[in-house]
């Protein structure tokens, strides 16, 4: 899979997972409630680390895995970078947007051995068994097994515009408030994270959701995927698709 196409092509597939509870999070593995224009102000380098060992250059869980997103003049960059294990380590490249991380190599496992983490440089805290004790700056977390996680936001590169084509959604467990963010930090008067989509979601297989055909992403524009659930541990998933309309040209 071309995953540079999947993301920024010309018809985008995002799928966003995520256990969310009564407080509002975003759609993610990593279940955060990150304001980009004030965690990713700027382009950072990120800190990569396991809860498993086993997740190292010569492990048998994975060795090495990808990021996707945007440097900070909103250029679509991607990077592999090798796993030590419990012990954090750093990108070389600074990412404005995250949107999205796999699995690159493994060991014989095939699979990452653990969960694994990952967070704006130099904000996880103290790290216990490769775990950051803080988590309010982790942008992705990929669940041991899964070999891929997202971050539930994504973000038109330089010079493209987008629309919304249609969203499916689905609640389990528990019904939930499903909400879709969108912002602009890049353009004046800046444009706060503000739901251009708010529904209640009823527990029940996948929904497709109205979406107005004015919600356009402009380029540099951010969409946040959100929900809150009735209790704790809710299971939500909103997928989404959307559409370049400009320029006529997809970028991959």
Same mark, same amino acid.
């Given at each position: ?11 985008? @597939? ?42 190292a250059? @010569? ?42 991380a ?10 990452n ?38 971050s ?14 249609s ?14 963010f ?5 353009t ?12 209640? @979601? ?18 540099l ?15 939500v ?8 309309i ?7």
């Open positions: 899979m071309d995953m540079m196409k999947k993301l920024f092509g010309a018809r985008p @597939a995002l799928y966003n997972r995520g256990t969310v509870g009564t407080s509002i999070l975003n759609v993610s593995d990593a279940a955060q409630n990150i304001d980009l224009g004030v965690t990713f102000d700027a382009a950072y380098k990120l800190d990569i680390s396991s809860s498993s060992a086993a997740d250059a @010569a492990g048998t869980g994975m060795r090495k895995v990808e990021i996707y997103g945007l440097d900070y003049a909103g250029i679509p960059i991607n990077e592999s970078v090798t796993l030590n294990g419990q012990t954090a380590v750093q990108s070389t490249k600074s990412f404005w947007r995250v949107i999205l796999k699995i690159d190599t493994a060991g014989t496992g095939r699979k051995a653990g969960d694994i983490y990952i967070v704006k440089t130099g904000t996880g805290g103290t790290y216990t068994a490769g775990v950051p004790g803080t988590l309010t700056s982790c942008i992705i977390k990929i669940l041991v097994g899964l070999n891929l996680g997202t539930g936001i994504w973000t038109a590169p330089l010079g493209m515009i987008y629309t919304i084509d969203l499916v959604a689905q609640c389990r467990v528990q019904a939930g408030r499903i909400q879709v969108h912002a602009s930090e890049r004046a008067p800046i444009q706060l994270p503000h739901p251009e989509i708010d529904i209640d @979601a009823g527990v029940s297989g996948p929904s497709p959701i109205p979406t107005p055909n004015t919600f356009i992403i402009n380029e524009e951010d969409i946040y995927f959100k929900a809150t659930m009735a209790a704790a541990s809710g299971i998933s909103i997928d989404a698709f959307l559409r370049q400009s320029p006529s040209s997809p970028r991959y």
